[in-house]
């Protein structure tokens, strides 16, 4: 069994009013320095070995993720975690969107 995960942020040009907040709540804290936040999702999916590539992107681009506002991208974890190895992004699947 092996871990992937699913990251989904919005995209650059999209207004992130959730970031917006947290980063006007570290400034009433007295947290400086912070200069932007986004606030995305993170999905963490066991999978065994039959699943293929294409089926996690389409998983991912289907349901985890709404592409018209969201960028995503699949990482598959070792079972020790030592390493990660990126499976897709939405940047290298732009023109399909």
Known sequence: ??????????????????????????????????????QGKRFELDVDGSVSDEELDR????????TVIEDYDVVAERADDSDATPVTSTSANEGAN
């Open 59 to 66: 998983l991912a681009s289907t349901l985890l993720a709404n």
């Open 1 to 38: 069994m092996a871990r992937v995960v699913v990251n989904v942020m919005p995209k650059t040009e999209i207004l992130d009013p959730q970031g917006q907040a947290v980063l006007r709540a570290l400034g009433r804290i007295g947290v400086n320095g912070v200069r932007d936040v986004r």
